[in-house]
Protein backbone atom coordinates (compact mmCIF):
# COMPACT_ATOMS: atom_id res chain seq x y z
CA UNK A 1 0.00 0.00 0.00
CA UNK A 2 1.39 3.57 -0.40
CA UNK A 3 1.76 5.79 1.33
CA UNK A 4 0.07 9.36 0.92
CA UNK A 5 2.42 12.21 1.65
CA UNK A 6 -0.24 14.86 0.56
CA UNK A 7 -3.01 16.65 2.77
CA UNK A 8 -5.95 17.83 2.57
CA UNK A 9 -5.98 21.60 2.81
CA UNK A 10 -8.70 22.89 5.32
CA UNK A 11 -9.36 26.25 3.46
CA UNK A 12 -9.83 25.22 -0.01
CA UNK A 13 -10.56 21.67 0.75
CA UNK A 14 -8.18 20.58 -2.18
CA UNK A 15 -5.77 17.45 -1.68
CA UNK A 16 -2.28 18.29 -2.65
CA UNK A 17 -0.38 15.12 -3.75
CA UNK A 18 2.50 16.96 -1.51
CA UNK A 19 3.59 18.59 1.78
CA UNK A 20 6.30 21.17 0.81
CA UNK A 21 9.07 20.93 3.35
CA UNK A 22 9.90 24.83 2.88
CA UNK A 23 9.39 28.25 0.84
CA UNK A 24 12.26 30.61 -0.31
CA UNK A 25 12.07 34.34 -0.56
CA UNK A 26 14.07 35.89 -4.02
CA UNK A 27 15.18 38.94 -2.14
CA UNK A 28 15.92 40.69 0.82
CA UNK A 29 13.40 42.73 1.75
CA UNK A 30 14.89 46.03 1.08
CA UNK A 31 15.37 44.84 -2.83
CA UNK A 32 12.95 46.63 -5.59
CA UNK A 33 12.51 46.37 -8.97
CA UNK A 34 14.24 49.86 -9.41
CA UNK A 35 17.63 48.26 -8.26
CA UNK A 36 18.51 46.24 -11.01
CA UNK A 37 19.72 49.28 -13.34
CA UNK A 38 21.77 50.46 -10.19
CA UNK A 39 25.15 50.05 -10.95
CA UNK A 40 25.96 49.43 -7.61
CA UNK A 41 23.36 47.02 -6.71
CA UNK A 42 23.54 43.40 -7.83
CA UNK A 43 20.67 40.33 -7.13
CA UNK A 44 21.98 36.70 -7.88
CA UNK A 45 19.82 33.41 -6.13
CA UNK A 46 22.78 33.97 -3.58
CA UNK A 47 23.88 36.97 -2.84
CA UNK A 48 22.55 40.49 -2.69
CA UNK A 49 24.47 44.34 -2.78
CA UNK A 50 21.81 47.10 -2.38
CA UNK A 51 23.90 50.66 -3.30
CA UNK A 52 27.19 49.24 -2.58
CA UNK A 53 26.07 49.88 1.20
CA UNK A 54 23.99 46.69 2.31
CA UNK A 55 24.67 43.02 1.77
CA UNK A 56 23.02 39.97 1.82
CA UNK A 57 23.93 36.58 1.31
CA UNK A 58 20.93 33.34 1.30
CA UNK A 59 20.78 31.10 3.80
CA UNK A 60 18.26 28.09 5.37
CA UNK A 61 16.74 28.58 8.84
CA UNK A 62 15.95 24.52 9.11
CA UNK A 63 13.73 23.41 11.71
CA UNK A 64 13.44 19.90 13.19
CA UNK A 65 10.12 18.40 12.23
CA UNK A 66 8.70 15.68 14.54
CA UNK A 67 9.03 11.86 12.68
CA UNK A 68 10.94 13.26 9.79
CA UNK A 69 14.71 12.89 8.79
CA UNK A 70 13.98 15.98 6.23
CA UNK A 71 13.72 19.47 8.03
CA UNK A 72 10.90 22.21 7.53
CA UNK A 73 12.89 25.11 5.86
CA UNK A 74 13.03 28.76 5.27
CA UNK A 75 15.20 30.37 2.42
CA UNK A 76 15.82 34.04 3.97
CA UNK A 77 18.40 36.42 3.24
CA UNK A 78 20.74 37.54 6.00
CA UNK A 79 22.04 41.17 6.14
CA UNK A 80 25.85 40.81 6.47
CA UNK A 81 28.55 43.42 7.11
CA UNK A 82 30.66 44.51 4.29
CA UNK A 83 33.89 42.59 5.76
CA UNK A 84 31.84 39.28 6.45
CA UNK A 85 30.50 39.30 3.09
CA UNK A 86 33.94 39.69 1.41
CA UNK A 87 35.01 36.98 3.24
CA UNK A 88 32.08 34.79 2.35
CA UNK A 89 32.48 36.00 -1.38
CA UNK A 90 36.49 34.89 -0.99
CA UNK A 91 35.58 31.30 0.27
CA UNK A 92 32.51 30.44 -2.12
CA UNK A 93 33.73 28.09 -3.90
CA UNK A 94 37.00 27.32 -1.72
CA UNK A 95 36.42 23.54 -0.80
CA UNK A 96 36.43 23.38 3.18
CA UNK A 97 34.78 26.82 3.33
CA UNK A 98 32.10 25.16 6.21
CA UNK A 99 34.91 25.46 8.82
CA UNK A 100 34.69 28.90 8.50
CA UNK A 101 33.42 30.64 11.53
CA UNK A 102 29.63 31.43 11.47
CA UNK A 103 28.98 35.39 10.26
CA UNK A 104 27.04 37.80 12.31
CA UNK A 105 24.23 39.00 10.65
CA UNK A 106 20.43 40.52 10.92
CA UNK A 107 17.21 38.59 9.05
CA UNK A 108 16.46 40.60 6.35
CA UNK A 109 12.94 38.57 5.38
CA UNK A 110 9.64 39.49 6.90
CA UNK A 111 8.27 35.77 7.16
CA UNK A 112 4.47 37.21 7.82
CA UNK A 113 2.97 33.90 9.84
CA UNK A 114 4.77 35.09 12.87
CA UNK A 115 4.59 37.52 15.33
CA UNK A 116 5.98 39.95 16.11
CA UNK A 117 8.15 40.51 12.91
CA UNK A 118 10.90 38.30 11.91
CA UNK A 119 12.79 41.19 10.36
CA UNK A 120 15.97 42.09 12.17
CA UNK A 121 16.24 39.23 14.51
CA UNK A 122 20.07 38.19 15.15
CA UNK A 123 21.43 35.42 13.08
CA UNK A 124 24.27 33.30 12.81
CA UNK A 125 25.36 31.99 9.11
CA UNK A 126 27.00 28.89 8.68
CA UNK A 127 28.95 27.97 5.92
CA UNK A 128 28.69 24.41 4.49
CA UNK A 129 30.31 22.49 1.90
CA UNK A 130 30.52 24.56 -1.50
CA UNK A 131 26.82 23.77 -2.80
CA UNK A 132 24.95 24.39 0.13
CA UNK A 133 23.22 27.45 1.27
CA UNK A 134 24.35 28.80 4.94
CA UNK A 135 22.96 26.94 7.49
CA UNK A 136 20.99 30.25 9.60
CA UNK A 137 21.08 30.11 13.21
CA UNK A 138 18.78 32.35 15.13
CA UNK A 139 19.90 34.00 18.33
CA UNK A 140 18.09 31.68 20.96
CA UNK A 141 15.32 34.37 22.11
CA UNK A 142 11.28 33.32 23.19
CA UNK A 143 10.85 34.96 19.60
CA UNK A 144 8.42 31.92 17.90
CA UNK A 145 10.14 31.58 14.95
CA UNK A 146 13.69 30.80 17.46
CA UNK A 147 11.52 28.72 19.69
CA UNK A 148 10.34 26.43 16.53
CA UNK A 149 13.90 26.34 15.08
CA UNK A 150 15.65 24.84 19.06
CA UNK A 151 12.39 22.58 19.67
CA UNK A 152 11.06 21.68 16.77
CA UNK A 153 8.00 21.12 15.19
CA UNK A 154 5.04 18.40 13.88
CA UNK A 155 3.39 17.62 10.88
CA UNK A 156 0.36 19.38 11.35
CA UNK A 157 2.06 22.52 12.28
CA UNK A 158 3.82 21.97 8.75
CA UNK A 159 0.31 22.04 7.30
CA UNK A 160 -0.78 25.28 8.89
CA UNK A 161 2.14 26.33 7.04
CA UNK A 162 1.98 25.51 3.67
CA UNK A 163 -2.01 26.28 3.75
CA UNK A 164 -1.00 29.59 5.10
CA UNK A 165 1.22 30.61 2.20
CA UNK A 166 -0.65 28.78 -0.06
CA UNK A 167 -4.04 31.25 0.37
CA UNK A 168 -1.57 34.41 1.41
CA UNK A 169 -3.49 35.84 -1.48
CA UNK A 170 -6.93 34.95 -0.23
CA UNK A 171 -6.59 36.67 3.84
CA UNK A 172 -5.31 39.91 1.55
CA UNK A 173 -8.44 39.94 -0.89
Not at 35 to 41: F, I, V, W
Not at 85 to 94: G, H, I, Q, S
Not at 105 to 133: D, F, M, Q, V
Request: with cysteine; net charge negative; aromatic share 8%.
Amino acid sequence: MAIDHGYTCSCCGEHHAELPMGYSTMAPDVWDASLESDPDSMLSCDQCIVRHEHYFIKGLIEIPVFGSEEPFSWGVWVSLSRVNFARALDVWETPGRESEKPYFGWLSTELGLYSPRTTNLKTNAHTRPIGRRPRIELEPTDHPLAVEQRTGITRDRVREIAEAVLHADDARA
